[in-house]
């Protein structure tokens, strides 16, 4: 039953950052209900731990339309000063308000996702590897090996960090590169649940609460 619990509130962690309204949440437990008192000899899963969650997306996570991120705030939330928290989490967010990538989708990402530069391809600049088949986890569209091109106004030096990135990843976790390991590791080092924290914790500091309800906005 515990692990039912984790790996719900793992997921409904997702779907939160992801923008997706609180009835998302409710059709899971629905669904997991229904499976339980057929499938199960005990019944309903008790997912105690699920339901506080769920109580905190319906608090957190009105149903209402929410107002485009202005990008100075986007700038001020990802910067390190302000952040007070791991400086990849700020490259994060900054990359989320840059690409338009699902949260889900960027902290999927794994070190050889971020590809650099080829002349033939992108030119200059580099490629995100979104879903790669090899992976065989498609986008919640149903598709595999969708790139984003890096070639971005906004900031312009947003391959680099992300290159960057990866070789202190690949340090850190003392990977090389095309070995299986360095395949199998991820860009980022920190959950969704964490980044959340941090995220509040920065726009509470940054006095921007009344405008800012999600990181996906």
């Not at 992801?18 to 008192?37: F, I, N, Q, R």
């Not at 960027?106 to 590897?129: Q, R, Y």
């Not at 914790?201 to 999600?214: C, I, K, P, T, Y």
Request: proline share 7%; aromatic share 10%; glycine share 6%.
């Amino acid at each position: 039953d515990k692990e039912f619990d984790d790996v719900a509130c793992d997921w409904a962690d997702f779907q939160f950052l992801d923008g997706e309204p609180c009835h998302v949440g409710e059709k899971l437990k629905a669904a997991l209900d229904a499976w339980a008192t057929v499938s199960r000899e005990k019944g309903c899963l008790p997912m105690m731990r699920y339901r506080r969650v769920m109580r905190a997306w319906k608090k957190n996570a009105p149903k209402q339309s929410r107002l485009p991120m202005p990008e100075e705030f986007a700038f001020l939330i990802s910067a390190a000063p302000c952040f007070h928290h791991p400086p990849e989490m700020g490259l994060f967010h900054i990359a989320l308000f840059c690409t338009f990538l699902k949260p889900s989708a960027l902290l999927s990402l794994g070190l050889s996702d971020v590809a650099p530069p080829v002349k033939k391809v992108a030119g200059k600049f580099h490629v995100l590897i979104v879903a790669p088949f090899k992976k065989q986890k498609s986008t919640k569209t149903g598709y595999f090996d969708e790139t984003v091109v890096l070639d971005g106004d906004v900031l312009p030096g947003l391959g680099p960090l992300l290159h960057a990135q990866v070789e202190a990843r690949a340090k850190l976790l003392k990977v090389k590169a095309d070995t299986p390991e360095w395949h199998e590791a991820k860009l980022l080092g920190f959950s969704a649940a964490k980044f959340l924290d941090a995220w509040r914790d920065v726009v509470l500091r940054a006095g921007l609460q009344e405008f800012m309800v999600s990181p996906y906005q």
